[in-house]
């Protein structure tokens, strides 16, 4: 076979020999230079950010509760009595007084910035005052294990040795634990200390501990607990750290908690220390990897093309900016995305963040929020079909929060009945719209997250979880819907509104710079995968039969998405010009991706409408946002275009991508990680439109590969394996629906895994008639 990453850009490249052998390893020959070159690890509550500095280590350390609290956005009061004229003006063509109204009436004013934002818990210093220039230099991820390590060998002929690094985060103990060792004894001297950016923390050292307090802009209490243990040499309290002498190895537990939920943290991390520092590393690993793995091991991938799996990382990547193909990268790539959710979002634990659970310091980007327009949806992409359905349980459970709050919004902003929430939201679960209108004006965040209950029931079949948290939060924004809905006074067909489409805007005829509309294309797509997702639900569980028919008609009179003179899909209703034709959203394609509405055998029109809006933004620059490329691979995965989703997910490593592998919005935002490793597994297998469609988008670039558990709608997990891009064998394990319409390229064909067992096919079972 070919060996297509060994272009002559990669004779650039050097190698490192076995130790670089194992292709789920991510590694590098130098320590990270920032931040977001280092290598995340966590146990979807506590994190860390590793930098591998040789003579000096910083770590930066999370927890996911490490909330400030600075003020509180609340819904404006009476602003439900201006939606009428606000929306007589729309209609009327008066956008700037409408937004003018909407700003002074409707959205709450923006907090002062860096309130209300996730924080870092604190920095684990290290100095090793012995350790000057290191050989042998690697730091490394292992993905099997969920492990970081550093090794390196340092010192003059006499005192030469060599310095290992160990570093995990595990569930099982709630607690990161370091080993550091040398081979050679009385080796390690070094100085241990914590701090943290701004406020005034509390750091003390007690005996062979160091304490960190604080009170978090008026937010969480917070506690870190750092504890020492050294096997030979000693250790001693200066100025608030503590120094290691002489040691053979060191041992450091480290552990970190808030009053988020309740509770004295101080007590909390203590018990969380005494137990994990009772348990020796090599046991606490063993447990931390059988835990991890049993997520993990759901899945596994290969693309074939191992041979650049002997160069770096960082080397890897940056020969792909050059211009070289590398598809063990790409599994490396789904792999670490998958690493990413389990690290940020376990059972139990709050949802994975705009930066997942790592952030550096007290200001990260945009407050490292929960942005629910896409970012926080992205997020969770990856979650059912790469078979880690329960850690997108963090993410149902906390829009389940937003319940009590979106229930005033919706009566209190727009006089409405049902759930309402806009573009973002935060720990503190606020849900009212807030700042600029084109942002702040977005009321239709329900039915998108309602969206991912309903596709955890598709891909699981847990009927009691449909019918007691899926539908009632579906029907809770499908009940707003229905009151936010009006009449347009030309057409007589019911529209949205005021709304907008997320963050672009339009050129009125005044020659305005518009955002606030009535009717905007992707509204009325969200509402009509929230109808629709209801009226099956209800219909499966046997109830509201009269909600059911009340929906149906709204279906029925909702105006449609039309397709404009220029052929795409129009995203605001008149057909008005984007201030912004390359702009990061591509609102108005939610139908095609992640909706359900628009495919090649019901909607063609609407498909090729859809090719031409994605043609058009991407030659007026489109996709220069991490997050937005990875929503374009999914768009293309879609129009089983799977060349043009290859291109873009190289394009995506080009222009998007760390050497860390860390997504870059810029700066890093972890969004597009999971939306990238969604658009592969979108490429391999599609279950949306009532169909199992088997490598629907299958790239030139992957001639061959396998790939297994993947689970798609029905229940159904699949392995799939292919060569000279023709399917060679799909196995399909049964799921909790009876049948499954089978599809691979212009075929079809019915099967029943759930009473045969599991059902293996090949190519030649399409060619039957």
Not at 136 to 148: F, P, V
Not at 381 to 410: Q, V
Not at 525 to 552: K, V
């Amino acid at each position: 076979m070919k060996k297509v990453f060994l272009s002559a850009t990669c004779l650039l490249l050097t190698a490192v020999g076995s130790q670089a052998s194992d292709e789920m390893r991510m590694w590098y020959k130098q320590p990270a230079p920032q931040w977001d070159h280092g290598i995340p690890i966590g146990n979807g509550r506590l994190g860390a950010m590793i930098f591998g500095g040789v003579a000096d280590e910083r770590i930066v350390l999370n927890e996911e509760s490490v909330w400030s609290r600075n003020g509180e956005y609340a819904d404006k009061v009476g602003g439900h009595a201006h939606i009428d004229e606000i929306r007589q003006l729309l209609f009327a063509g008066r956008f700037a007084d409408a937004e003018k109204l909407i700003s002074e009436k409707l959205l709450g004013k923006r907090l002062p910035a860096g309130t209300n934002c996730y924080q870092a818990l604190a920095d684990l210093n290290i100095h090793f005052p012995d350790l000057g220039k290191a050989d042998h230099y690697q730091r490394e991820l292992d993905l099997e294990t969920a492990i970081t390590r550093v090794t390196f060998q340092s010192g003059d002929w006499k005192n030469r040795a060599e310095y290992t690094r160990e570093m995990f985060a595990s569930a099982v103990d709630e607690a990161i634990y370091i080993r550091l060792s040398a081979d050679k004894p009385g080796m390690l001297n070094c100085e241990l200390s914590l701090s943290r950016p701004g406020g005034a923390p509390s750091i003390t050292a007690e005996g062979a501990e160091i304490h960190l307090y604080e009170h978090v802009g008026n937010g969480v209490k917070a506690h870190g607990r750092l504890r020492v243990l050294n096997a030979g040499g000693s250790i001693q309290q200066v100025d608030g750290g503590i120094h290691v002498e002489k040691a053979d190895s060191v041992l450091l537990v480290i552990t970190g908690a808030t009053d988020y939920a309740g509770g004295d943290p101080s007590e909390l991390t203590a018990q969380q220390l005494n137990d994990a520092s009772a348990r020796s590393f090599d046991k606490a690993f063993t447990d931390h990897v059988a835990e991890y793995q049993r997520f993990y091991n759901r899945f596994s991938i290969d693309l074939g093309e191992t041979e650049a799996a002997k160069f770096a990382t960082d080397e890897r990547i940056d020969a792909i900016k050059r211009g070289s193909n590398d598809p063990a990268l790409m599994v490396l790539y789904t792999q670490f995305a998958r690493y990413l959710l389990i690290s940020s979002s376990r059972p139990g634990t709050m949802p994975a963040n705009l930066q997942g659970i790592w952030v550096d310091g007290v200001n990260p980007p945009w407050n490292s929020d929960y942005h629910v327009n896409i970012n926080m949806q992205m997020n969770y992409w990856t979650a059912e079909i790469l078979n880690l359905a329960d850690c997108h349980d963090p993410f149902l459970t906390f829009s389940e929060r937003l319940l009590p709050n979106g229930h005033k919004t919706a009566a209190e902003m727009y006089g409405c009945g049902g759930f309402a929430a806009h573009h973002t939201t935060d720990a503190w679960l606020f849900t009212t719209g807030f700042g600029k209108p084109n942002y702040g004006m977005w009321p239709m965040a329900g039915g998108w997250v309602g969206s991912h209950f309903w596709e955890h029931y598709l891909h699981g079949g847990d009927e009691t979880f449909l019918r007691e948290r899926g539908y009632p939060f579906m029907k809770a924004a499908a009940l707003f819907y229905l009151d936010y809905l009006c009449v347009h006074p030309d057409t007589g067909k019911l529209v949205s509104g005021p709304s907008i489409s997320p963050e672009n805007r339009f050129i009125a005829p005044d020659g305005y710079h518009a955002a606030v509309c009535m009717g905007p294309a992707m509204d009325h797509q969200i509402i009509h995968e929230n109808f629709t997702a209801c009226i099956e639900a209800a219909t499966l569980l046997g109830m509201d039969e009269d909600f059911r028919a009340e929906l149906t008609e709204a279906l029925a009179r909702l105006a449609p998405v039309e397709i404009g003179e220029d052929g795409r899909i129009l995203e605001w209703t008149d057909g008005v010009k984007e201030v912004s034709p390359g702009h990061r959203h591509i609102s108005h394609l939610f139908g095609l991706h992640p909706g359900r509405q628009y495919t090649w055998q019901q909607t063609p029109d609407m498909m090729q409408a859809a090719v031409k809006v994605l043609e058009t933004r991407l030659a007026s620059g489109g996709g220069h946002t991490g997050w937005s490329r990875s929503w374009i691979i999914n768009f293309y995965a879609r129009l089983l275009d799977g060349n043009t989703a290859h291109e873009n997910l190289m394009l995506l490593f080009r222009k998007s991508m760390m050497p860390s592998m860390l997504d870059s919005h810029p700066p890093f935002q972890i969004d597009g990680n999971f939306g990238g490793a969604a658009g592969i597994a979108e490429m391999l297998v599609q279950s949306h439109a009532g169909e199992l469609h088997l490598l629907p988008a299958l790239p030139d670039a992957w001639p061959k590969g396998n790939v297994k558990g993947l689970r798609v709608r029905g229940g159904f997990t699949v392995d799939l394996s292919w060569d000279n891009g023709q399917l060679v064998e799909a196995v399909i394990h049964p799921g909790f629906q009876e049948t499954a319409t089978m599809r691979y390229g212009d075929r079809v064909k019915l099967i029943s895994p759930k009473s045969g067992g599991a059902v293996t096919m090949t190519a030649a079972c399409f060619k039957e008639r």
